[in-house]
């Protein structure tokens, strides 16, 4: 079966930050009790997701407004990360096949140390302010003005491994501020201060109050550690098509087309019109919005509506997929809205697959990695994962 390649055309989607419910370390983390789709549910009267439900995301994971779907046309499993860390690349380059065992550098507590904020400002030539942990429209809403009003330099951190710098695109400019994410990039490659990722938070507005980010926001990733199945695809002479945050994920790494969205909606619209097109291989899609607009801002309502926006998208790119096409739909890590702080919470995540040439579905084994993804797609075009690499194929249980 590995050798037939008996899907033609592979969609993977990354529903960013939906955990379904805490991993067995979970203490480690701090991160006991929670459970990103299973607490949204709880909390909302009205959660309307048909096209989820009858792949079969309710008979995975229990939901108050959702019933299990009598026949799911899918199989559906629970995933558990073997990496360390809880955050979006540690997830993404696992199911890729890399088993990260060292956790990126945090600085959530105390802001960036003195010295490198030191030469950050000598080499880019601007004042920085801020330098602590904070929500990125809060801080806005705090320096914003004066940035503006100096050419001093928002920078600030979150309780993921992320270095994030503020520019108003009027007047910092979005290429000034992009220089500057990539010297901040080159000095954060240190051991002690390597965040695994630096990112550029345009934005535009005058005022407090009137400040909002805008779709033109870079992600500098560190670099994944050694080669990844999307490597192999793409030497192999696969389409490996990534939509969203993907290709500042892998930094390029296995990508030949690199698509932007402007949110996860437009992510899904993307991803159907990649669908009404012929390809060879993969179509990567990550919809960051539940984790960066929901999920870290603690907004339960938002994350259950975005849900039911995806659901609704997802009804019509399962009109469009073909007999030899195969959906996988899945989760990089958790970000329960109802749970202290703000941080990714440790959670397991769903995988769910479909395709219309399916004449079985129902429960699969839970797996003890995200890289049984990477794994099971190379399986399918007859390749090999990488050495080094972690993970296991599924594809004789999808029939």
Known sequence: MASTGKFKRIFCIVMDSLGIGEEPDAAAYNDVGSDTLGHI??????FVIPNLQKIGMANLKKLKQVPPAEKPLGYYAVLREKSVGKDTMTGHWEMMGLHTTKPFVTFTDTGFPPELIAELEKRTG???????????TA??????????????MIVYTSADSVLQICGNEETFGLDELYRCCEIAREITMKDEWKVGRVIARPYVGKKKGEFKRTAN???????????????????????MISIGKINDIFVGE??????????SVNGMEQTIEVAQRDFDGLCFVNLVDFDALWGHRRNVEGYAKEIEKFDVKLGELLKV???????????????DPTFHGTDHTREKVPLLAYSPSFTGSGALEETDTFAVIGATILDNFGLKMPENTIGYSI?????
């Not at 549910?41 to 009205?46: A, L, N």
């Not at 004042?127 to 942990?133: A, D, P």
């Not at 801080?139 to 001093?152: F, K, V």
């Open 41 to 46: 549910s709880e909390r909302m009267d009205s």
């Open 126 to 136: 601007h004042k920085v302010i801020g330098n602590k942990s904070a929500s990125g």
């Open 139 to 152: 801080i806005l809403d705090e320096l914003a003005e004066e940035e503006i009003a100096t050419g001093h």
């Open 217 to 239: 926001r870079h992600d500098y990733a560190v670099k994944p550690f050694g080669k990844t199945a999307l490597n192999v695809l793409k030497d192999a002479g696969k389409d």
């Open 254 to 263: 296995g990508v030949t087309e690199a698509i932007h969205s402007e949110s």
């Open 321 to 335: 997929l073909r007999e030899d096409d195969l959906l996988l739909i899945t989760a990089d890590h958790g970000n």
């Open 395 to 399: 594809l004789d249980k999808l029939n």
